[in-house]
């Protein structure tokens, strides 16, 4: 079955610096692949996907990149806010299967 | 439009206990995954069930099980509940079945096992 791996499991920026989160994926099947964010006690919501047939995506402040051939995919979240520090979880899915999480990193910004 | 709702919210049971948690996805949504979180291990999946069939299970005990209504209303239920069982039981669903789509969680059960 699908393996996820994310990394770091932590991370600490400065307010205005940049953040990077990468994950890798084992299944090369797989053509889906969601960031979800986690705030303190609050349910896990998407902030950005992208497709198999698409290597970058930019929403804003937030952008994510695709490298099938190496099967793996990174956050990237510019310009860091204290309203960013949660918990993200990236995650992999595919047509037949289940859509497999990440272990999470928890992002913490100081102001 | 009213989100996915899960109950209860929060539970106290005792090991060899059983449990009952409850899901009501969106409105049309016929898609309910059920997910288990505990610090460190993230989202784990348990099972998801579109249109009243189980489409896929994770690697989970025979003690997990879970069910699907008409309605799309989802159930899951532990029996012989142990101290590991202790998580966040995390509920989503999706318009359509499988894992390419957007999903909406409820806000979980946080079930404790003493």
């Known amino acids: 079955g699908e393996n996820v791996e994310q990394h770091p499991s932590t991370l600490s920026v400065q307010e205005g610096d940049s953040a990077v989160i990468k994950c890798t994926y084992s299944?090369?099947?797989?053509?889906?692949f969601p960031w979800y964010k986690q705030e303190l006690g609050k349910r896990p919501q998407l902030i950005i996907d992208i497709r198999s047939n698409v290597g970058e995506k930019k929403d804003q402040r937030i952008a994510v990149t695709l490298n099938k051939t190496a099967k793996h995919f990174s956050l990237h979240i510019t310009e860091t806010q204290p309203e960013d520090s949660a918990v993200y979880f990236c995650?992999?899915?595919?047509?037949?299967?289940?859509?497999?999480f990440g272990t999470g990193t928890r992002l913490q910004v100081f102001p | 439009k009213a989100g996915v709702t899960q109950t209860p919210r929060y539970l106290i049971k005792t090991r060899g206990q059983q449990v009952t948690l409850s899901c009501s996805p969106i409105s049309g949504h016929r898609s309910v995954s059920w997910y288990q979180q505990t610090p460190g291990q993230g989202l784990q999946f348990l099972f998801e069930?579109?249109?009243?069939?189980?489409?896929n299970k994770g690697n989970f005990p025979g003690r997990f099980s879970g069910r699907q209504f008409s309605n799309s209303r989802s159930e899951m239920n532990v029996s012989t509940l142990e101290l590991g069982d202790s998580a966040l039981y995390l509920c989503?669903?999706?318009?359509?079945?499988?894992?390419?789509?957007?999903?909406?969680f409820g806000e979980g059960s946080r079930l404790t096992v003493l």
């Open positions: 995650a992999v899915g595919s047509n037949t299967d289940k859509l497999i």
């Open positions: 299944d090369s099947a797989s053509n889906y």
């Open positions: 069930y579109f249109s009243e069939t189980q489409r």
């Open positions: 989503a669903s999706s318009f359509k079945a499988g894992s390419t789509g957007e999903l909406f």
